[in-house]
């Protein structure tokens, strides 16, 4: 039976087609390729051997780039003195960035950012139900600071987020990635808009507040927005290894 890959998200189906949609990360057929094994033997024998001279003696190859490299050296004039001791140049702004995301990647830095304001967000939240309905107003405060935590690290979970998708995922647009990136939006707006509220009306998250109730609903919404973000994230990065249901 064939075996067709995604390249996408690395999930691997079995089958005589490719399927129509990917179950993990949601690309098309077009996505899939086709996994063969290459042949190990039969392969074409490539000569190797250098060159000869008419007389049919080998003839040794100049080591490429040589020509060029001694007409540079010829027509570069040495420095001496103090001149010769130049400074190296650092990296420039583009090649520093290139190297710091390159790093993020690697060190895996978007689901580590990403688990603090999703670890974060839910206990804002149970603080602010606690003060709303049992007259806590310091699980109250705790809480706003809480959500200036969430508010402040969203940015660099979804500029993370964009480098992972850049770099291992090719920048390709599936439905579960603009399910992320919508849902990672609206937390950023939703955290500023609960941020700013709570810092204009600072007695909104107590129960005395005749906006609580909406405004415990806002943040209920932000929670719920964090899941669903959470749990596609899961299913693009694990669900490669859960075998599809035949």
Request: aromatic share 10%; with cysteine; proline share 9%.
């Amino acid at each position: 039976m064939k075996k067709w890959q995604c390249t996408v998200c690395g999930y691997i189906h079995e089958g005589d087609e490719p399927p129509d949609e990917c179950p993990v990360c949601g690309a098309d057929r077009s996505e899939f390729v086709e996994i063969t094994e290459e042949a190990s033997e039969g392969s074409p024998a490539v000569d190797t051997a250098p060159p000869a001279d008419s007389a049919g003696a080998a003839v040794p190859e100049e080591p490429v780039g040589a020509t060029e490299s001694a007409e540079v050296a010829a027509a570069s004039p040495i420095p001496e003195g103090p001149a010769a001791e130049l400074p190296t140049p650092g990296l420039k702004p583009q090649a520093l960035y290139e190297r710091i995301t390159s790093l993020m990647t690697e060190q895996h830095a978007h689901p580590i950012s990403t688990h603090i304001p999703n670890g974060v967000l839910p206990i804002s939240t149970v603080f602010l139900m606690f003060s709303i309905l049992f007259h806590f107003d310091q699980l109250g405060r705790a809480a706003f600071f809480n959500m200036v935590v969430v508010f402040l690290a969203t940015p660099f979970v979804i500029f993370s987020g964009y480098n992972d998708w850049q770099r291992r995922l090719g920048g390709r647009m599936t439905k579960i990635i603009r399910t992320k990136m919508i849902c990672a939006g609206t937390i950023l707006v939703l955290s500023g808009v609960v941020v700013v509220w709570w810092a204009i009306d600072p007695t909104v998250a107590t129960a005395a507040s005749s906006s609580r109730w909406l405004f415990l609903f806002l943040n209920l919404v932000l929670l719920a927005t964090a899941v669903v973000a959470g749990y596609f994230g899961g299913k693009l990065v694990f669900g490669y290894n859960t075998p599809p249901k035949r």
